[in-house]
């Protein structure tokens, strides 16, 4: 199994980002998959999470409204859009999922700055 995040980087306040998560390794249209995000000194965050499909997905209370999940299961990818980013949004943003044990990519950075 493998996840490899990108599109993360430094972006101003209100801005936009989309991280991208590849997958490999697993059937990925079998999965759920969710994106987590580690702030220094804080406990990892479940973000966003969506069902094998696609058609079912949850966020966490603090970036409702502002970020969507999504996945196309053609390109084994699922993605993260992020809007009206703010300063509270900068993390280490990882891809997850479950398959007997929790597999995790490397992480992106994502610093939210003026």
């Known amino acids: 199994v493998q996840l490899v995040e990108s599109g993360g980087g430094l972006v101003q306040p209100g801005g936009s980002l989309r991280l991208s998560c590849a997958a490999s390794g697993f059937t990925f249209s079998s999965r759920a998959m969710r994106w987590y995000r580690q702030a220094p000194g804080k406990v990892r965050e479940l973000v966003a999470h969506?069902?094998?499909?696609?058609?079912?997905?949850n966020y966490a209370d603090s970036v409702k409204g502002r970020f969507t999940i999504s996945r196309d299961n053609a390109k084994f990818t699922v993605y993260l859009q992020m809007s009206n980013l703010k300063p509270d949004d900068t993390a280490v943003y990882l891809c997850?999922?479950?398959?007997?044990?929790?597999?995790w990519g490397q992480g992106t950075q994502v610093t939210v700055s003026s």
């Open positions: 997850n999922t479950l398959i007997a044990r929790n597999y």
């Open positions: 969506i069902s094998s499909s696609g058609g079912s997905t």
